[in-house]
């Protein structure tokens, strides 16, 4: 299983990016899906989590009504719509799949997310 995140880049603060996660070599609708990240200095931390049984995603408190979540599984694609940046919201942004039986868990590269106020 192969994950690739794209999407990253530079925006100002208030600004808006889609970051998108191709998953390769499996299905997409195997895995629950979510996106974390890691800022200079800190631990990585959850940012955002969707299943694959249709229930509500789940968002960090800090992202709450800025992000969003989604998933196409027929592209075997994941996006993280994220509106309303702000400088904090700089990091690493890393896309996880973790199989919904095995628990067998795959990360991607990172994608560079920076925010300038």
């Known amino acids: 299983v192969q994950l690739v995140e794209s999407g990253g880049g530079s925006v100002q603060a208030g600004g808006s990016l889609r970051l998108s996660c191709s998953l390769s070599?499996?299905?997409?609708?195997?895995?629950?899906m979510g996106w974390y990240r890691q800022a200079p200095g800190k631990q990585r931390e959850l940012v955002a989590l969707?299943?694959?049984?249709?229930?509500?995603?789940n968002y960090a408190d800090s992202v709450k009504g800025r992000f969003t979540i989604s998933r196409d599984n027929a592209k075997n694609t994941m996006y993280l719509q994220m509106n309303s940046l702000k400088p904090e919201d700089t990091a690493v942004y890393y896309c996880?799949?973790?199989?919904?039986?095995?628990?067998?868990?795959?990360w991607g590269q990172g994608t560079q997310v920076t925010v300038s106020s």
């Open positions: 996880n799949a973790r199989h919904w039986t095995t628990l067998r868990s795959y």
């Open positions: 969707i299943t694959n049984g249709g229930g509500s995603p």
């Open positions: 070599g499996s299905t997409l609708s195997f895995y629950i």
